[in-house]
């Protein structure tokens, strides 16, 4: 999923100008640069905390993050088949370093939105004028019956790139011949909604040339998904008869998992997997709820022109973590918000209005080796939501030579964005 933020006027205000119209603004910063804190350093948080530098580098700039290499989901299920391996999906923050945001190797563990400050968890705090939260997801260990953090060891969601990544791969190659692998998917909102169909499209070319009597069943908490069309043509042509869906109307919304005996039970059967793939119900990283800008849904409202949130001020949120309406939860959708994040902050400081951001996205689906396609959508905020102006998606009879050339951009599209917020 490729979004990209076009870039405004307003995007470039001069330094000396922003720091004396804050001054003026926010009297806070009469003492000094005015200070922004970004936790999380993913795609959106890295985009935003290099977007504000480069937009002014008069603003202190910290970014918080406990890893010190960030592993990217983006090609993980490339990583979960062999066709990839995990170092490629991996980046330091040295170059974001390099260009003078202060990299803070902690996690923060409470924020004090009154008194402007984050607890991080080696004990210090750090200040700030304005705060942005970025920390992806968390995975709901309270909501499928039996399913916790000790169930994914066993039963893991790889919806978090890294260990589990190469877990899941090392069950699919341990597993014998002709076992079952079922892969649950939960109800939106999820991170990246193609992803599940993608991981079984890619699981199918794996098993098709190494264990072709093994099975794929993916357990459905939705009726419809994103490119379905496109997935079953695939599917149709290139793995026949090994992939089983079961829609929510069908009876596959999971309902509870027993990880001593493999167990996955949904509203109309029980199934035993050799290898179960769980990705269970999410919401925003742990740090949105503690700073209070989660609501009951678990994501953080937010107004869609400055990413600011609606429950506690001077706190914008970007991401997975926030209610974005049409825009699917994505890296690129994450760097995009970032990048227009803090152009509405520099503007903020700088006393000016903010132009309405317009995100044009891009979402790669790989379903094997040079056989892609992809859904282009327009984003723009309209009714206090983001809403999608406009869409093309690849057509359901293209040649194999297009289905290549996607297969071909979605690797440029990692490429150009991992480059462009890390590199
Ligand atoms: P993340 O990138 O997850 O970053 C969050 C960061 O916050 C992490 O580094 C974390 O350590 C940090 N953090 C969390 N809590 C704290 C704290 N308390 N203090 C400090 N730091 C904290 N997207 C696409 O666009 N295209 C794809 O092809 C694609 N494929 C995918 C495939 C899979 C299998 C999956 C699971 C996802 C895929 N995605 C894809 C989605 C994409 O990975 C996410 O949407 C994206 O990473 C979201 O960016 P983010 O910055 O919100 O969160």
Same mark, same amino acid.
């Given at each position: 999923?490729?979004?990209?933020?076009? %870039?405004?006027?307003?995007?470039?205000?001069?330094?000396?100008?922003?720091?004396?119209?804050?001054?003026?603004?926010? %009297?806070?910063?009469?003492? +000094?640069?005015?200070?922004?804190?970004?936790?999380?350093?993913?795609?959106?948080?890295?985009?935003?905390?290099?977007?504000? !530098?480069?937009?002014?580098?008069?603003?202190?700039?910290?970014?918080?993050?406990?890893?010190?290499?960030?592993?990217?989901?983006?090609?993980?299920?490339?990583?979960?088949?062999?066709?990839?391996? &995990?170092?490629?999906?991996?980046?330091?923050?040295?170059?974001?370093?390099?260009?003078?945001?202060?990299?803070?190797?902690?996690?923060?563990?409470?924020?004090?939105?009154?008194?402007?400050?984050?607890?991080?968890?080696?004990?210090?705090?750090?200040? #700030?004028?304005?705060?942005?939260?970025?920390? +992806?997801?968390?995975? !709901?260990?309270? $909501? &499928?019956?039996? #399913? *916790?953090?000790?169930?994914?060891?066993?039963?893991?969601?790889?919806?978090?790139?890294?260990?589990?990544?190469?877990?899941?791969?090392?069950?699919?190659?341990?597993?014998?011949?002709?076992?079952?692998?079922?892969?649950?998917?939960?109800?939106?909102?999820? !991170?990246? %909604?193609?992803?599940? #169909?993608?991981?079984?499209? &890619?699981?199918?070319?794996?098993?098709?040339?190494?264990?072709?009597? $093994?099975?794929?069943?993916?357990?459905?908490?939705?009726?419809?998904?994103?490119?379905?069309?496109?997935?079953?043509?695939?599917?149709?042509?290139?793995?026949?008869?090994?992939?089983?869906?079961? @829609?929510?109307?069908?009876?596959?919304?999971?309902?509870?998992?027993?990880?001593?005996?493999?167990?996955?039970?949904?509203?109309?059967?029980?199934?035993?997997?050799?290898?179960?793939?769980?990705?269970? %119900?999410?919401?925003?990283?742990?740090?949105?709820?503690?700073?209070?800008?989660?609501?009951?849904?678990?994501?953080?409202?937010?107004?869609?022109?400055?990413?600011?949130?609606?429950?506690?001020?001077?706190?914008?949120?970007?991401?997975?973590?926030?209610?974005?309406?049409?825009?699917?939860?994505?890296?690129?959708?994450?760097?995009?918000?970032?990048?227009?994040?803090?152009?509405?902050?520099?503007?903020?400081?700088?006393?000016?209005?903010?132009?309405?951001?317009?995100?044009?996205?891009?979402?790669?689906?790989?379903?094997?080796?040079?056989?892609?396609? @992809?859904?282009?959508?327009?984003?723009?905020?309209?009714? *206090?939501? #983001?809403?999608?102006?406009?869409?093309?998606?690849?057509?359901?009879?293209?040649?194999?030579?297009? !289905?290549?050339?996607?297969?071909?951009?979605?690797?440029?599209?990692?490429?150009?964005?991992?480059?462009?917020?890390?590199?």
């Amino acid at each position: 999923m490729a979004v990209t933020r076009r %870039p405004t006027r307003r995007d470039v205000v001069r330094g000396a100008a922003a720091a004396a119209a804050a001054a003026l603004a926010c %009297p806070s910063f009469a003492q +000094g640069a005015p200070r922004v804190a970004v936790v999380g350093g993913g795609f959106g948080g890295a985009a935003c905390a290099r977007a504000l !530098r480069r937009l002014d580098a008069q603003i202190q700039v910290t970014l918080i993050e406990p890893n010190r290499t960030f592993t990217a989901c983006p090609l993980s299920n490339e990583v979960i088949v062999g066709l990839r391996e &995990l170092p490629l999906q991996q980046f330091t923050y040295d170059k974001i370093a390099a260009e003078g945001i202060a990299v803070a190797p902690q996690a923060a563990t409470k924020i004090d939105a009154q008194a402007r400050s984050i607890g991080l968890a080696d004990g210090t705090s750090l200040s #700030y004028d304005r705060l942005v939260l970025a920390p +992806g997801i968390d995975m !709901r260990f309270d $909501a &499928l019956p039996g #399913y *916790d953090e000790a169930a994914s060891a066993k039963m893991p969601h790889a919806w978090k790139a890294g260990e589990q990544t190469l877990l899941l791969r090392r069950q699919l190659e341990a597993m014998d011949d002709g076992g079952l692998v079922v892969i649950a998917v939960p109800a939106a909102p999820l !991170r990246c %909604p193609p992803a599940p #169909y993608e991981r079984a499209s &890619l699981i199918a070319h794996y098993l098709k040339a190494r264990k072709p009597r $093994a099975k794929i069943l993916v357990l459905d908490a939705k009726d419809n998904y994103s490119q379905q069309k496109l997935f079953e043509s695939a599917w149709k042509t290139l793995y026949p008869d090994m992939i089983e869906r079961i @829609s929510l109307s069908q009876g596959g919304r999971v309902t509870s998992v027993n990880p001593a005996t493999n167990e996955i039970v949904t509203d109309f059967g029980n199934y035993t997997a050799a290898v179960a793939n769980v990705i269970p %119900p999410q919401r925003a990283g742990r740090i949105a709820a503690i700073a209070g800008t989660a609501d009951r849904t678990g994501w953080c409202p937010i107004d869609p022109v400055t990413f600011a949130s609606k429950l506690v001020p001077n706190i914008h949120v970007i991401g997975d973590a926030c209610i974005a309406g049409a825009i699917p939860k994505s890296a690129s959708a994450a760097a995009a918000q970032g990048k227009a994040c803090a152009a509405a902050i520099v503007n903020a400081f700088a006393g000016g209005p903010v132009e309405t951001p317009r995100l044009d996205g891009a979402c790669y689906n790989i379903v094997a080796p040079g056989y892609g396609f @992809s859904l282009k959508g327009i984003y723009q905020p309209k009714d *206090d939501q #983001y809403a999608e102006t406009d869409v093309t998606t690849s057509p359901l009879d293209a040649p194999p030579d297009v !289905r290549q050339r996607e297969a071909e951009q979605a690797a440029d599209w990692f490429k150009t964005l991992t480059g462009d917020t890390f590199g």
